[in-house]
């Protein structure tokens, strides 16, 4: 499998199918320079296909003078490592003015096959976690390495628990949804900040590993055994990919719980907080349209996410047995109903 750094931030992963059949097999990385105009959109398969349509539009919005000859090629790897090399073999060998890499995954294994095979196509990436700490760029304001992007990423756990806390401030016994196979840099420095505010007001949070194989299946009998009052669910890859059926377990269970992303309470969850994220494509999209027009992606900053909120679910099963305080409504920037 992939390694997993992109759904650790995250709100934009989604799956989407091929959409077309390859143009040719994968071969060596080699070839003569860039035909203009040519595009390639590649994902480990987190992003929906209304997102690679968005960023598409986008991109042809942002190059109007290449209108008659743009040509976007898109594939995704669906989370397999040998099939995310593949595709960014094929896709090198097509020589495109630009690389956008749909996540984090993508961006770092693009970043050494072109290396290893001296190309110099510039990758634009989205990532959901720390570029700079996964060594990916060298700084937001100056990335270089030919790589710039978007970064979704910003460490909020324990402005979760913070909510979690105060919505329920007698539920003491919380679990922390932690991936142990993507424990990268980043998320280190965020943990210890959540297990230090937990302590500081006296909560037990409960690490809990969702990274083992076939996880989810086990959810339901593992939140038994643990006993927990609530469950502090940061963006993960297994929590992302699996997202309906461990939604659906913490509401079986009746436990309120907080996400990261509000794409989990289109599946029945109570709340969420995270970055507020409607301008990556187009920022993405800007980038690319830079690029083409012959600035360096290295020269170009990494655009970081400043806007969050705060998202209640009145939909939500068990919503009124949660007693979820006026308070509480009042300090949400946003709710379902």
Not at 72 to 84: I, S
Not at 94 to 109: F, G
Not at 201 to 223: M, T, Y
Not at 236 to 247: F, G, I
Request: hydrophobic content about 45%; aromatic content about 6%.
């Amino acid at each position: 499998m992939v390694r997993r750094q992109l759904s650790r931030r995250g709100s934009l992963a989604l799956l989407f199918g091929l959409l077309t059949q390859p143009l040719m097999a994968a071969g060596p990385l080699a070839g003569q320079g860039p035909p203009t105009g040519l595009i390639a959109i590649l994902a480990t398969g987190h992003i929906d296909a209304g997102q690679v349509d968005l960023l598409e539009k986008q991109i042809r919005s942002n190059l109007p003078e290449l209108a008659a000859r743009l040509t976007l090629v898109r594939r995704e790897a669906g989370f397999v490592e040998a099939e995310l090399i593949r595709r960014i073999d094929e896709l090198a060998s097509l020589h495109p003015a630009v690389l956008v890499c749909l996540d984090l995954s993508c961006a770092n294994l693009a970043k050494a096959r072109l290396r290893a095979e001296s190309m110099s196509i510039p990758i634009v990436f989205l990532a959901h976690a720390d570029p700079v700490a996964s060594h990916l760029i060298e700084s937001y304001a100056h990335p270089g390495n030919n790589l710039t992007g978007v970064t979704t990423y910003r460490c909020i756990d324990a402005k979760m628990l913070e909510i979690l806390a105060d919505t329920f401030p007698t539920r003491k016994r919380i679990g922390y949804l932690l991936d142990a196979v993507d424990a990268s840099a980043d998320d280190k420095p965020c943990v210890e900040d959540a297990q230090r505010d937990a302590a500081r007001i006296h909560v037990d949070l409960i690490p809990i590993d969702v990274s083992p194989p076939g996880f989810a299946a086990k959810f339901p009998e593992r939140l038994k055994s643990l006993r927990l009052d609530a469950v502090l669910a940061p963006a993960s890859a297994p929590l992302w990919e699996n997202r309906k059926s461990m939604v659906q377990a913490l509401n079986d269970a009746r436990l309120p719980a907080i996400y990261e992303s509000d794409i989990f309470l289109a599946e029945g969850g109570l709340m969420s907080y995270g970055p507020v994220r409607t301008d990556a494509i187009p920022q993405l999209a800007k980038s690319v349209g830079k690029i083409v027009r012959g600035q360096s992606a290295g020269d170009i900053p990494v655009d970081q996410p400043t806007l969050f909120e705060f998202v209640m679910n009145l939909s939500a099963p068990h919503y009124l047995d949660f007693g979820v305080k006026a308070a509480t409504l009042r300090r949400a920037d946003r709710i379902r109903e």
